[in-house]
């Protein structure tokens, strides 16, 4: 079983909708917790960081952590086309260890 | 804030011959520098971490000697790829942590080619 799970997609969604990304972890050591986009042939994007179960938002984008379920969420409030991308979740130990990644899932958002 | 820039973003070198690549954090320090690999849409294989002064730490099954890593700064960690096969061309992202506040950034990347 991998330490981190994350439905690889492909996600196909219309402008506007709202967007869930999910990854799902076996480890209760991670406390750690990151979003990131990489558009094709770029280098990820830092979207969202946080260490507490919750909630935490940023413009269009919510992060939600269950620490109790091992679950962490993404959500992408009226999604656009330059939304498309890959979606990569990470987390750590603590915040001086190394990343573990998800797989990415790769969205798709159509006009 | 945070940027982290790599040069050069695409190099192409020939069979046996040995190709570096910078790392460089630009508005923040850096103590930790990572390394990774990437293949076509996979995602991120971590190959080393690079802590300033001291040496690399290598993932399992990374050839040390093939991917030297330096740590010279706070702001710069290099990448050389010595005798380069063709086999190496990839995809190579460099990250840097933030010393005061613990997030990861991605550098642009740099994709190899070796002919």
């Known amino acids: 079983q991998k330490e981190v799970e994350q439905d690889p997609g492909p996600l196909s969604v219309p402008e506007g909708a709202i967007v869930s990304l999910n990854c799902t972890y076996s480890?209760?050591?991670?406390?750690?917790f990151m979003w990131y986009r990489q558009y094709s042939r770029k280098g990820p994007e830092l979207l969202m960081y946080?260490?507490?179960?919750g909630n935490k938002e940023d413009g269009r984008f919510t992060a939600q952590v269950d620490k109790s379920s091992k679950y962490i969420s993404l959500f992408i409030r009226d999604s656009q086309p330059s939304d498309s991308a890959t979606y990569l979740c990470?987390?750590?130990?603590?915040?001086?260890?190394?990343?573990?990644f998800g797989t990415g899932t790769r969205l798709q958002v159509f006009p | 804030g945070a940027v982290v820039s790599q040069h050069p973003s695409r190099v192409i070198c020939k069979s046996g011959t040995s190709v570096k690549i910078e790392c460089r954090s630009l508005?923040?320090?850096?103590?930790?520098m990572f390394w990774y690999r990437q293949f076509p849409k996979q995602s991120l294989m971590l190959m080393a971490t690079?802590?300033?002064?001291?040496?690399?730490?290598?993932e399992q099954g990374v050839e040390k000697d093939k991917f030297l890593i330096n740590h010279a700064s706070l702001t710069l960690s290099t990448l050389t790829v010595t005798s380069a096969h063709p086999e190496d061309s990839s995809f190579y992202i460099c990250?840097?942590?933030?010393?005061?506040?613990?997030?990861?950034?991605f550098g642009p990347g740099t994709r190899l080619t070796v002919t």
């Open positions: 990250s840097a942590r933030s010393t005061s506040r613990g997030e990861q950034y």
């Open positions: 480890n209760s050591a991670f406390q750690y």
């Open positions: 946080t260490y507490s179960s």
């Open positions: 990470a987390m750590s130990r603590v915040n001086t260890d190394k990343l573990i």
């Open positions: 508005d923040f320090q850096a103590t930790t």
């Open positions: 690079s802590n300033e002064g001291s040496k690399a730490t290598y």
